[in-house]
């Protein structure tokens, strides 16, 4: 290893629901330092989700991350003067970071309406298992599978 690692911040969890998921995802979508517009984005997005399925939303924010986050993934490993993409396990922590992020911006893709519908449409989607984010998550493990060849490579 060229650096050390950095230890993990301690997120304070959110108001409402009691969960640091949640507080990290208000972190992420938080634009210009503006906390508590991305605090009602999320809660306005969870509320119209609980209307929707019945379900308590936590719940189905926890199984759409789930679902989105992705169990392997290429990283780059030179050998030789050659760069090969080397499958490997995702850590747990980057795979909840890398489900958020995708969801986010397959929200943001999305057309139309306010933010806090679209985010709510992509967790039902990652919930039932559709949607850009699965997709994404769906290429990532293609990319691993097709360069398993390589995976005696790893770091």
Same mark, same amino acid.
């Given at each position: 290893m060229r650096r050390t690692k950095p230890e993990p911040r301690e997120v304070t969890p959110d108001? &409402?629901?009691n969960s640091q998921t949640v507080s990290f995802l208000v972190n992420r979508i938080m634009r210009r330092g503006k906390k508590s517009t991305a605090v009602r984005m999320i809660y306005n997005a969870l509320d119209t989700v609980q209307e929707k399925t019945g379900r308590d939303p936590m719940e189905v924010l @926890?199984?759409?991350?789930? #679902?989105? /986050?992705?169990?392997?993934?290429?990283r780059p490993r030179r050998v030789g003067g050659a760069t090969y993409q080397v499958p490997m396990e995702v850590p747990q922590a980057r795979r909840a970071t890398l489900a958020m992020?995708? !969801? !986010?911006? =397959?929200? $943001?893709? &999305?057309?139309g309406k306010s933010f806090s519908e679209k985010l709510s449409g992509e967790l039902l989607d990652?919930? #039932? #298992?559709? /949607?850009?984010? !699965?997709?994404? &998550? @769906? @290429?990532?493990? $293609?990319? =691993?599978?097709? #360069?398993?060849?390589?995976?005696?490579?790893?770091?």
């Open positions: 108001v &409402r629901y @926890e199984t759409a991350l789930r #679902n989105v /986050g992705p169990t392997m993934e290429v992020r995708w !969801i !986010i911006a =397959a929200a $943001k893709a &999305r057309g990652a919930y #039932n #298992n559709t /949607g850009s984010a !699965i997709r994404k &998550r @769906e @290429e990532t493990h $293609k990319m =691993a599978e097709a #360069n398993r060849a390589f995976s005696h490579y790893r770091m």
